[in-house]
């Protein structure tokens, strides 16, 4: 098979991975399955799996003094934190709305990273911004009454929280192989959620045992396996086009949640969602031309889609 083709093909299963998290998510909810059970469960059988992948592939997870610490605050003030955010607006929330809100990740990173760096904005993230704006805007005037939102607030904390992270840990990632930061991070992750929902009592294992089925796809399909065929696809198409790619994973949500939960969208709120997923369309396309480009040719949208993979 032709290199761009198999690579294009690879990351396009990593999107569709990532993009069924919300369904499975539902799924869990259906069977009694608590926020921080499914939290810890995903985080947990991840870490085995990357684990054992790391043995398998004898894979070199040595890791500098200085960085455990920053690998720790990723996976405990990160990812646990995001987890809980996303999860929580994925119960309050329906899917496609919840999915498309988290979306706007990418263009908070161009906020933050402008403010941070006291640049002035470019006119395309000018542009980027306000059709995001609008998009929201249209996604929630729809009919607002339906809107929880305290889903939504869930929804736009991770995606801002995420931005940060994803700008925080540009130079670390740098270092570390994909793999074994993936692993340290889902550890202290599991970790940090077992103390989180043991303190607030909602871990336990009285769920129906077919529970186990959405607990096992988010931790195989929307950790596990979006990580890998990223990083194989990345390989043979780069970070560039392997970023257009990433567009397709709300799309999956959206498509998905409308044909197994039958949620009926107004007109408007499909203008808002197709604005804010172009808006973000637009943020891949013109990432390499500006200032966050890094020295050695990769962008830092490298790491954006790289760890949107992981969440």
């Not at 200085?66 to 929580?88: E, N, S, V």
């Not at 006291?118 to 009454?145: C, H, N, P, T, W």
Request: glycine residues 6%.
């Amino acid at each position: 098979m032709n290199k761009n083709i198999y690579g294009s093909f690879l990351v396009l299963v990593s999107a569709s991975c990532f993009g069924v998290m919300g369904i499975l998510a539902k799924y869990a909810y259906a069977f009694n399955i608590s926020i921080g059970t499914l939290l810890f469960f995903r985080f947990f059988f991840a870490a085995v799996l990357f684990w054992s992948w790391i043995l398998y592939k004898k894979i070199p997870y040595q890791l500098k003094v200085k960085q455990i610490p920053i690998l720790f605050i990723m996976g405990t003030g990160g990812y646990a934190a995001m987890g809980i955010l996303l999860f929580t607006s994925f119960s309050l929330l329906p899917v496609s709305l919840a999915s498309t809100v988290y979306y706007l990740y990418p263009v908070f990173v161009v906020i933050l990273n402008s403010l941070l760096s006291r640049q002035s904005f470019e006119k395309f993230q000018i542009v980027v911004i306000l059709f995001s704006l609008i998009g929201l805007y249209f996604m929630l005037g729809a009919d607002f009454s339906q809107i929880n939102i305290i889903g939504l607030i869930c929804g736009l904390g991770c995606a801002v929280l995420y931005s940060g992270y994803i700008l925080l840990t540009e130079k670390i990632q740098a270092d570390i192989n994909l793999f074994v930061s993936a692993a340290f991070v889902t550890s202290f992750a599991t970790i940090a959620l077992f103390i989180f929902s043991m303190f607030r009592e909602d871990f336990t294992l009285e769920f129906h045992s077919l529970g186990w089925f959405p607990i096992l796809g988010v931790a195989f399909f929307s950790t596990f396996l979006s990580i890998l065929t990223f990083a194989m696809g990345i390989q043979r198409i780069g970070s560039s086009k392997a970023a257009l790619l990433s567009i397709f994973e709300p799309i999956v949500t959206v498509l998905l949640s409308y044909f197994l939960f039958q949620e009926i969208l107004a007109q408007t709120q499909k203008l808002g969602i197709v604005l804010i997923l172009l808006s973000a369309l637009l943020t891949n396309i013109i990432w390499r031309k500006n200032s966050l480009t890094k020295k050695d040719g990769k962008s830092i949208l490298y790491e954006v889609t790289t760890q949107s993979d992981k969440r």
